[in-house]
Structures are given as C-alpha cells and as structure tokens.
C-alpha cells in the first residue's frame, strides 16, 4: 500500500510537468511562427518598394533624356520642351504618392508612425529618389541656371496639403546633386556643337562652383560622395576642354 500510495502521489506533478512542457512548446511555436508572418510581410513590402522606386529610375532617366533632346533647340522648342518636361515630373511624383501609402499601409499593419517606417526602408527608396533628384536639379537648371535648394527639392515632393511623400535627406540632395554635373557636361557639349559658346562658358563657371562646395564635405561624413567627386571631376575637365 505504501508504494503505491507513493506511484499515485506523483502521477499529478508528472502532467503538471508535461503541460508545462507543452505550454512552452506550444508558445515558441507561436512565436517562431509570428516571426515568420513578419519576415514574409517585410519581404512583401521591400520588394514592392524596391519596384516602385525602379520605376520611379526608370521615369527620371526618361525625363533626362527629354531633357537633352529639347535643351540646345530653339527657344519656342525649349519653352515646349520644359513644360512637357513638368508633366513628366508629375508623373514620376505620382509614384512617390504610391511610395507613401505603402509607408503608411506598413505602419498601419505595425502599429507605428509612417515617419518611422520611411526610415526603415529607406534603402528600398533612396536610389529612385536620387535619380529623380538628379533629373529634377537638371529641369530646374534649364529654367533657373542656378541650383535647386533642399527645400524646393521636398516642397515638389510634398502632397497638396504640404505633407511629405518622402523625407528627402541631404545626403540624397547632395548625391543627386553630385551626378547632375554629368548631365551638365553633356549639355555643355550638346551645345558647343550648335556654335553655342556662352552655354559650355556658364555651366563651367556653375560645375565648378559645385564642386568646390563638394570637395569640401569630408569623405568620412559621405563615403558615397568621394566617388561621385571623381566622376564630377572628370566632367569639369571635359567642359573646361570644350569651353
């Protein structure tokens, strides 16, 4: 009796033992498999991102290109150019307006700010905003011959009500900065072949001022930019040449 008094006595701790083995087996489950929904969710929204900001590349190289073709015209060509020019921008800013209410579904759906979200995929977004950037600063030298500021910059990429779609960042600003002298460059050679000679003389006198503001931000600050200086460089002598 006395044994198996004892047997009956622990068979109760034996499946408090088991449940509690269970219980935790049961909640890394659950919690391996919240981190899966989070990893699939994540990948979902970066790839319509990454998407999204190739098309937004592949609109401002095209805005680029319309750029060119019309700028060395004649002048009621020109004017037509740039304002077929600006619809086009429109266009591209049309797919920044997707960009935001993916920032704002992802923040939606985690119970966060869409600001906080912006920064998270940032990467995602940064290439198609730099090219944008540099067709922008492009358009906006052929109307302005002068450069655009950061704030322009992100007033054009701010919706009706003046609320951002993007945050434009002024290592993006700088960078699309940086690449617009190549545009410059081709321009100032576009026209040196139409007999323009003031043209190649004032985007010199402009790429060098560029540059020199550039050259000094220290590369520890913006690695990227070291890069950019060489191409930069390159194309200033190229239009020092030609000028």
Known sequence: MAQADVLVATMPEASTSTGIEITRRQHLQSTFEAYRSQLDSDNEYREKLIILSRTITQLSKKLIFHLHRGATSSPSARAKCLKEARGKEREIWGNFGKIKVELN?????????????????NRQVSPGLEEYIEGLSFLWYLEHQSLIPLEEVQR?????????LVVVTPEDYILGMSD???????????????????????????VRTVKSYFDSIPPHMLFKLSKKQEETTRSLEKIEKGA
């Open 105 to 121: 579904s992802i923040a939606d759906s985690n119970g966060v700010e869409a600001l906080e979200g912006f920064w998270k995929w």
């Open 180 to 206: 617009l002298t190549g545009e410059l460059m081709r321009y100032a050679t576009n026209a040196l072949s139409t007999g323009d000679h003031e043209t190649p003389l004032a985007v010199c006198d402009f």
């Open 156 to 164: 054009t990429l701010s919706d009706e009500a003046g609320e951002p």
